[in-house]
T-cell receptor
Framework: QQPVQSPQAVILREGEDAVINCSSS?????VHWYRQKHGEAPVFLMI?????EQKGHEKISASFNEKKQQSSLYLTASQLSYSGTYFC????????????FGTGTRLKVLA | DSGVTQTPKHLITATGQRVTLRCSPR?????VYWYQQSLDQGLQFLIH???????AKGNILERFSAQQFPDLHSELNLSSLELGDSALYFC??????????FGEGSRLTVL
């Protein structure tokens, strides 16, 4: 079953912050975040392996709560270049070698 | 440039036909994943190969098949095509679980 992301879509002004959530019904070994710009391939942003671990990438960071099987992506002081669709990618503990992406969150940053 | 090459970039064909999509992974990557992305939809996992062996299958239709060759390139075969098969098909290779590098995709249009 596909991890559920929320919100489905969000519109921001430049400089505003946003949080994107990813929730899985399965126990996860790791969570990864990707960004896909319109008409392009998804691009890997970051990986989170341990529960509660936060990682950062420019002004984008993320956390992973393995007990709740949830991850959140934090975008601070958003820039126009942040626009796109964000997907969480998940690897289940059961080791099925399936790599399942979440439902996606469309983010649009306006000037 | 992710280093993953997919051909063809665009393909238009008729219902009932068969097509083959090709993927060359990044040098050194043993894992290849295939995903289907319909218009403005998420990434649906099709199949995962590792070093020539099938590791996992997603909701891949019986009309679809794939393989990974000894030189690690992979092919996705789609047969008896239907209108609903029109989509962007991505291949991704991975050096580590979760860190996927996507090709630019093959856009299939079935008329």
């Amino acid at each position: 079953q596909q991890p559920v992301q929320s919100p489905q879509a969000v519109i921001l002004r430049e400089g505003e912050d946003a949080v994107i959530n990813c929730s899985s019904s399965k126990a996860l070994y790791s969570v990864h975040w990707y960004r896909q710009k319109h008409g392009e391939a998804p691009v890997f942003l970051m990986i989170l392996l341990k529960g509660g671990e936060q990682k950062g990438h420019e002004k984008i960071s993320a956390s992973f709560n393995e007990k709740k099987q949830q991850s959140s992506l934090y975008l601070t002081a958003s820039q126009l270049s942040y626009s796109g669709t964000y997907f969480c990618g998940t690897e289940p503990v059961s080791g099925t070698y399936k790599y399942i992406f979440g439902t996606g969150t469309r983010l649009k940053v306006l000037a | 440039d992710s280093g993953v090459t997919q051909t063809p970039k665009h393909l238009i064909t008729a219902t009932g036909q068969r097509v083959t999509l090709r993927c060359s992974p990044r040098s050194g990557d043993l894992s290849v994943y295939w995903y289907q992305q319909s218009l403005d939809q998420g990434l649906q996992f099709l199949i995962h190969y590792y070093n020539g062996e099938e590791r996992a299958k997603g909701n891949i239709l019986e009309r679809f098949s794939a393989q990974q060759f000894p030189d690690l390139h992979s092919e996705l075969n789609l047969s008896s095509l239907e209108l609903g098969d029109s989509a962007l098909y991505f291949c991704a290779s991975s050096p580590l679980p979760g860190e996927l590098f996507f090709g630019e995709g093959s856009r299939l249009t079935v008329l």
